[in-house]
Structure formats: C-alpha cells, structure tokens
C-alpha cells in the first residue's frame, strides 16, 4: 500500500465549476500536507499547505485537512481551463520525508 | 537565483553502464530529496537528507546511491543502469521545516537501452 493514495482520475469539469481532489495518507507521524501543480513535461510547483485540521483558503483554492480521518483535500473554486494539470498530494513528515501519491489530472473544459 | 539545478538534462545509458546525477541549490536549505517520475505516475521518493551529513532512503532506493557533498549539493549514482531505471530523475530541496515546501529541479531524463 502506497503511503499516499489520491482518488484515481482523470478528472474532468467544465469551466466555472468545483473541482474536489482528495488524498489520505498512512503515516501518522506525517505533519503537513501539500498540493503541487504539474503541468505535462514541467516540474511540480507548490498551489498551498495546510498543517492544522479545518480549512485553509487562497484565492480560489481550498485545502481541508482531517488528520484522524488521515484525509486532505483540494477544491478548486470557478475552475479554469490553465487549471488542468496533474495534481499531486504530498505529506511531510518531522524526520524531513516527503512523500507523493500518484496525482489526479484534472481536464476543464470550456 | 537558479534555485534548483540539475544536470544532465538528458542522459542515454547502456544496460550496466553507471553515472552520476548532479543537483545544487543555492538557497541555503538544509533537505534535500531525489525522486524518480514514471509515465502517469506520481514521484516516487529514492534518497532523501534532511540535514547536511545525514541520507536516507526513500520508497525505492535500490539500485541506488547517494552523497551529500555539502550543504548545497547531493548527488545520484546509478553503478549499474538497468531498463527499468529509465524515468524522469527530479531533485528537490526545502528549508526543511514542516511549511517549507520543495523546490524542484526541471529534471534529467533518463533513457536506459
């Protein structure tokens, strides 16, 4: 069993929608979570961390995290189509691993 | 500020030929991480170090090393390449604190024949 596992995809919305992508992770000693954005032949880049249980939001992301639950998820708010990429979830923990699930890829379509 | 540097960008090796991978950061971080990336997957965890001194391994080390030259440096070997080792190597570093995220290399592209 992978250490983090993310809903398999593709995923696809239309413009202007919610788009939900979720994660859970086994390692309980993992402390805070993030999101990367990977656009096809690029490396990822950071969309938000979160590392208290509850809501986190910026601009038109929120990440929630639910650490009894071992569950963190990303909705994307008034989706865009630059908004689909490759989304991977990544969990850090205080001994300094990081570790990936295996991304969701998310399509909007106009 | 280059941040991340990786190099080679691109990298065809024979079955038991071995190289070194190189990765730099120049932006005093202390962790610093290699991963490899399949086609439709997500990047799998090879060697880490949190600190200058200390390595790690990850999810998939074998077939594997690693050296922390220093605080800016830590580098890949492969001493026997095999098919199965071709993948997108990227490197990684961050400040090493719980909210620091990872800055990455653009990666090399590793071709195993």
């Known amino acids: 069993q992978k250490e983090v596992e993310q809903n398999s995809g593709p995923l696809s919305v239309p413009e202007g929608a919610i788009a939900s992508l979720n994660c859970t992770y086994s390692d309980r000693g993992s402390q805070s979570f993030f999101w990367y954005r990977q656009y096809s032949g690029k490396s990822p880049e950071l969309i938000m961390f979160i590392y208290s249980n509850g809501d986190k939001e910026d601009g038109r992301f929120t990440a929630q995290l639910n650490k009894a639950s071992q569950y963190v998820s990303l909705l994307i708010r008034d989706s865009q189509p630059s908004d689909s990429a490759t989304y991977l979830c990544?969990?850090?923990?205080?001994?300094?691993?990081?570790?990936f699930g295996d991304g969701t890829t998310l399509t909007v379509k106009p | 500020n280059a941040g991340v540097t990786q190099t080679p960008k691109f990298q065809v090796l024979k079955t038991g030929q071995s190289m070194t991978l190189q990765c730099a950061q120049d932006m005093n971080h202390n962790s610093m991480y290699w991963y490899r990336q399949d086609p439709g997957m997500g990047l799998r965890l090879i060697y880490y170090s949190a600190s200058e001194g200390t390595t790690d391994k990850g999810e998939v080390p074998n077939g594997y090393n690693v050296s922390r030259l220093n605080k800016r440096e830590f580098s890949l070997r492969l001493e026997s390449a095999a098919p199965s080792q071709t993948s997108v190597y990227f490197c990684?570093?961050?400040?090493?604190?719980?909210?620091?995220?990872?800055?990455f290399g653009n990666g090399t592209r590793l071709t195993v024949t």
């Open positions: 990544a969990a850090h923990t205080n001994a300094g691993k990081s570790t």
């Open positions: 990684a570093s961050s400040a090493g604190t719980g909210e620091a995220p990872l800055h």
